[in-house]
């Protein structure tokens, strides 16, 4: 029998088998990383919730009951979402310091990251509407003059027509939105807080509410020439009513002394 002579490893097969090696790797790591990504984020999602669940207990279980169903002192919160708890708690409305017909804004007492586990616990309790990214509410791809049209058409009867606010029933009252943070004028769209009405996205699109934000910003800016001249706050006719009949009326009268005076003076002479 001929003795069978050995075949010769051909040298491409050793770079073959690497290239091989890594694609198995690679698809190994592409399977495993997601994985380990999502274990990640439910793991810091439940711990938020659990430090999220203390901080409820100190300052909101009194009114909001400690499971959040409410009480005679403070609504429910299941459902509200997210957006209402980053709204009311980062504007420092919540916590109240004492009830009324309107809480007002006020000093925050919570850091981000804190209102963010409120947050998080109070959206555990049931759906609601989340916290808006910058680029809901940024001013990139805005339409000011549309924002314009909306604002003066949906909110303008209770804010006044450039966001200075207004008097409402039974000591309520409409803000001022000068300097209130873009994502806080969002959140207050998407939850209605305390007297104002929500504009979920079947009624305002969320192009709508950043077009909204982008007047509110560009009305209230600095750089904003008024065509009008002076503008008197920008409360429309209750600052122009009084100051015509304080300068008009008072103008009128000097005019009536100053004629009646010269009259009787004539008439003397």
Not at 28 to 33: E, H, I, K, N, S
Not at 176 to 205: I, R
Request: with cysteine; hydrophobic share 40%.
């Amino acid at each position: 029998m001929k003795k069978l002579s050995a075949r010769r490893r051909h040298p491409l097969a050793a770079l073959v088998v690497l290239l091989l090696a890594l694609a198995c790797t690679g698809g190994l790591y592409a399977v495993a990383a997601p994985a380990d990504k999502a274990q990640a984020d439910v793991t810091a999602q439940s711990l938020a919730i659990d430090e999220g669940k203390k901080l409820y207990a100190v300052g909101c279980a009194s009114c909001h009951g400690t499971d959040g169903q409410g009480t005679t002192d403070g609504p429910s919160l299941v459902g509200v979402g997210a957006a209402a708890v980053d709204f009311q708690v980062g504007t420092g409305r919540m916590p109240a310091q004492q009830p009324g017909a309107q809480v007002p804004r006020k000093k925050v007492i919570y850091s981000q990251a804190e209102i963010d586990q409120l947050a998080a616990y109070v959206a555990s309790l049931g759906a609601g509407p989340a916290i808006p990214t910058e680029e809901q509410y940024g001013a990139e791809g805005a339409d000011i003059a549309e924002g314009g049209l909306l604002f003066r058409t949906n909110c303008a009867q209770c804010h006044n027509f450039t966001g200075k606010g207004g008097a409402l029933t039974h000591g309520k009252y409409a803000p001022d939105l000068e300097g209130v943070d873009p994502k806080h004028l969002y959140e207050a769209m998407q939850t209605g807080p305390q007297n104002m009405p929500s504009f979920p996205d079947t009624v305002l699109t969320e192009q709508n509410k950043k077009d909204i934000i982008a007047y509110l910003n560009a009305v209230n800016s600095g750089e904003t020439v008024s065509p009008g001249g002076l503008s008197l706050g920008g409360l429309g006719p209750v600052s122009e009513g009084l100051f015509g009949w304080i300068f008009g009326l008072g103008s009128c009268i000097a005019v009536a002394v100053w004629v009646a005076a010269r009259t009787a003076k004539a008439k003397k002479s």
